[in-house]
């Protein structure tokens, strides 16, 4: 799928994202990002119906630009609630797509690992 038809359909998007931090510095966050086709009627060509929805979620499900914007969508979020370390810490981001009716729904599971570990001290073992 090209970037500006991926970019048109994330315009649509709704998400929730739900999560906090842990003891060990540790952001886990459920991603939940919703797009209703129905509102992308006018910009493709294919109806926004069921078919068309189950045919967009095979077409997707390995994309890697999907997880990566989720990814910036739960990291928005913790940096929303004041945390800056989301913006450059590793993120780890499970991601499953499945689809009701015509809307197309992205679930995914992030880990932000906000704590850098402690380096060794010279000697240390």
Do not use: Y
């Amino acid at each position: 799928m090209p970037d500006g038809n991926l970019k048109l359909l994330f315009a649509e998007a709704e998400h929730v994202v739900e999560g906090g931090m842990d003891q060990d510095g540790k952001g886990f966050a459920s991603v939940m990002t919703t797009i209703c086709l129905g509102r992308t009627a006018g910009l493709f060509r294919e109806h926004p119906d069921e078919a068309t929805t189950a045919k967009l979620v095979e077409l997707l499900r390995d994309d890697p630009r999907i997880r990566a914007r989720l990814i910036a969508v739960g990291r928005a979020e913790f940096e929303r609630r004041g945390d800056s370390r989301a913006r450059s810490c590793r993120a780890e981001m499970d991601v499953r797509l499945r689809f009701e009716d015509s809307q197309l729904l992205m679930d995914g599971d992030l880990v932000l690992l906000l704590e850098q570990p402690e380096r060794r001290k010279r000697g240390a073992r």
